[in-house]
């Protein structure tokens, strides 16, 4: 965080009440866990779901913070000499406020994501594009959500010419809130698929939801999505600004090649790269190619810097262990990401092929059916093995436990099949490891 504000002008953004006797004190940065302060600090007391920082206020006045940021509401704070308050309403807020303000500015150009599926990966890519025509910032692991996003923005300095942020969410209104702190001049939605739906309740509202980046957009920004994906494609008509549209389907204006090489067309040229990816992680380098253009960057700079990516841990992530192939996806789960791994399980040449599978969450009340539907997933992939693990995946053993020859095993928790699964997998094969991050499916393979 590089900040260069007087009190009295984070007064301003933060749109707090002052008490200093020091209006014109410069604070360069902001500290949010009470553990890293220090004499001098300046700290933000926010309120989470665990903890409520207010608490924290005089264990880091007596470590000497000199600046706090706190809610007015119902609180009597202590007049300690040499100390400035900001009070305000809604310390979360203050905060994207000051983010805000600080990526208005900034001078780089700002690409954000958003989508059921693949933007991280997505995210990865394009920063891999962009660094090859100057530096650039990202948010780095799940920093993609209200509190995330600004703490990232507020990374932003002089030197970077680029900025890309991945937006998730988990609740309507989600993407509207980080993506106004954004202010993207360009927008990025990899697909709409059934994530969150305990939430979200249908895909019509995800839709809606993933759509909310585009009322954010800067003015002239350009919008990038998914032509092949059925709720996407409506935005041909239903979004009149720039566009730039990316998918197999001829409609498309970024044409992904069927071949093994990633390749595409736009407005009749050629790109072709040296990457080989899976048909999911074409849509993803497509989604991050089209980024790049509306960013105005070469074809030169999109081979460049595809040579150049390096796909992120535990994303369908290729380990020889013991004589196993393992794809190692335990970084999330929903049932569009689920059906897509076990397919790809499913053209693994090398045999028994093995699916290692927990539930999926956040699915509401069609959770039963999406998970009936990962059985028939198996089974239509010539999987010749299951492990599920998880209430939610219940449903999928009783359809499994009734085909004759299917070989599966079921647990509340994966230690339930552990010793089974060891024996399986000391013959070889190929193995999928997935489920929802909560399920912590790594440790599954740390085992073996």
Same mark, same amino acid.
């Given at each position: 965080?590089?900040?260069?504000?007087?009190?009295?002008?984070?007064?301003?953004?933060?749109?707090?009440?002052?008490?200093?006797?020091?209006?014109?004190?410069?604070?360069?940065?902001?500290?949010?866990?009470?553990?890293?302060?220090?004499?001098?600090?300046?700290?933000?007391?926010?309120?989470?779901?665990?903890?409520?920082?207010?608490?924290?206020?005089?264990?880091?006045?007596?470590?000497?913070?000199?600046?706090?940021?706190?809610?007015? #509401?119902?609180?009597?704070?202590?007049?300690?000499? *040499?100390?400035?308050?900001?009070?305000?309403?809604?310390?979360?807020?203050?905060?994207?406020?000051?983010?805000?303000?600080?990526?208005?500015?900034? !001078?780089?150009?700002?690409?954000?994501?958003?989508?059921?599926?693949?933007?991280?990966?997505?995210?990865?890519?394009?920063?891999?594009?962009?660094?090859?025509?100057? #530096?650039?910032?990202?948010?780095?692991?799940?920093?993609?959500?209200?509190? *995330?996003?600004?703490?990232?923005?507020?990374?932003?300095?002089?030197?970077?010419?680029?900025?890309?942020?991945?937006?998730?969410?988990?609740?309507?209104?989600?993407?509207?809130?980080?993506?106004?702190?954004?202010?993207?001049?360009?927008?990025?939605?990899?697909?709409?698929?059934?994530?969150?739906?305990?939430?979200?309740?249908?895909?019509?509202?995800?839709?809606?939801?993933?759509?909310?980046?585009?009322?954010?957009?800067?003015?002239? *920004?350009?919008?990038?999505?998914?032509?092949?994906?059925?709720?996407?494609?409506?935005?041909?008509?239903?979004?009149?600004?720039?566009?730039?549209?990316?998918?197999?389907?001829?409609?498309?204006?970024?044409?992904?090649?069927?071949? +093994?090489?990633?390749?595409?067309?736009?407005?009749?040229?050629?790109?072709?790269?040296?990457?080989?990816?899976?048909?999911?992680?074409?849509?993803?380098?497509?989604?991050?190619?089209?980024?790049?253009?509306?960013?105005?960057?070469?074809?030169?700079?999109?081979?460049?810097?595809?040579?150049?990516?390096?796909?992120?841990?535990?994303?369908?992530?290729?380990?020889?262990?013991?004589?196993?192939?393992?794809?190692?996806?335990?970084?999330?789960?929903?049932?569009?990401?689920?059906?897509?791994?076990?397919?790809?399980? *499913?053209? #693994?040449?090398?045999?028994?092929?093995?699916?290692?599978?927990? +539930?999926?969450?956040?699915?509401? #009340?069609?959770?039963?059916?999406?998970?009936?539907?990962?059985?028939?997933?198996?089974?239509?992939?010539?999987?010749?093995?299951?492990?599920?693990?998880?209430?939610?995946?219940?449903?999928?053993?009783?359809?499994?436990?009734?085909?004759?020859?299917?070989?599966?095993?079921?647990?509340?928790?994966?230690?339930?099949?552990?010793?089974?699964?060891?024996?399986?997998?000391?013959?070889?094969? !190929?193995?999928?490891?997935?489920?929802?991050?909560?399920?912590?499916?790594?440790?599954?393979?740390?085992?073996?």
């Amino acid at each position: 965080m590089q900040l260069e504000l007087t009190l009295c002008e984070l007064a301003q953004v933060m749109q707090a009440k002052l008490i200093s006797q020091t209006p014109d004190e410069v604070v360069t940065a902001f500290v949010t866990d009470s553990r890293k302060v220090v004499a001098g600090s300046a700290f933000i007391a926010l309120k989470g779901q665990q903890y409520d920082a207010r608490c924290f206020i005089p264990e880091v006045l007596q470590k000497g913070a000199r600046v706090i940021v706190a809610q007015e #509401e119902g609180e009597t704070f202590p007049q300690t000499p *040499g100390v400035s308050w900001l009070l305000v309403k809604d310390p979360l807020r203050a905060l994207q406020n000051l983010a805000r303000f600080h990526r208005l500015h900034s !001078s780089l150009k700002v690409a954000a994501i958003t989508g059921s599926n693949g933007k991280s990966t997505t995210k990865q890519m394009l920063c891999a594009i962009c660094q090859t025509a100057g #530096e650039t910032i990202a948010n780095t692991g799940n920093f993609n959500n209200q509190f *995330g996003v600004p703490f990232s923005l507020l990374e932003i300095l002089p030197k970077h010419r680029f900025g890309v942020f991945e937006l998730g969410a988990s609740h309507p209104g989600d993407i509207e809130e980080t993506a106004r702190l954004a202010v993207p001049d360009v927008a990025v939605i990899t697909n709409v698929s059934a994530a969150h739906l305990e939430f979200f309740h249908d895909l019509e509202t995800v839709y809606r939801t993933k759509t909310e980046i585009a009322r954010c957009l800067r003015e002239g *920004g350009t919008l990038v999505y998914n032509a092949d994906d059925t709720y996407l494609s409506r935005l041909h008509t239903e979004f009149s600004g720039p566009k730039i549209s990316f998918g197999f389907c001829e409609q498309a204006d970024v044409r992904v090649q069927e071949t +093994d090489l990633f390749a595409f067309t736009y407005r009749g040229k050629h790109c072709q790269t040296q990457l080989r990816l899976e048909r999911h992680d074409k849509l993803n380098a497509a989604a991050a190619a089209s980024a790049a253009l509306a960013l105005g960057l070469a074809f030169s700079a999109i081979e460049e810097g595809l040579a150049h990516f390096t796909p992120m841990p535990m994303r369908l992530e290729r380990i020889t262990k013991k004589g196993v192939h393992f794809l190692l996806d335990c970084y999330n789960a929903n049932p569009a990401s689920m059906k897509n791994a076990l397919e790809i399980l *499913g053209r #693994e040449k090398i045999t028994p092929r093995i699916a290692v599978v927990g +539930d999926m969450k956040e699915l509401g #009340e069609n959770s039963p059916e999406y998970h009936r539907q990962v059985a028939r997933q198996i089974l239509d992939n010539n999987i010749e093995t299951a492990f599920l693990a998880g209430p939610n995946m219940q449903p999928a053993y009783e359809v499994l436990r009734a085909v004759a020859g299917m070989q599966v095993y079921y647990a509340a928790e994966p230690a339930g099949w552990m010793d089974s699964l060891r024996q399986t997998l000391a013959q070889g094969g !190929s193995c999928l490891v997935k489920a929802s991050r909560s399920m912590h499916f790594e440790r599954v393979f740390d085992e073996f």
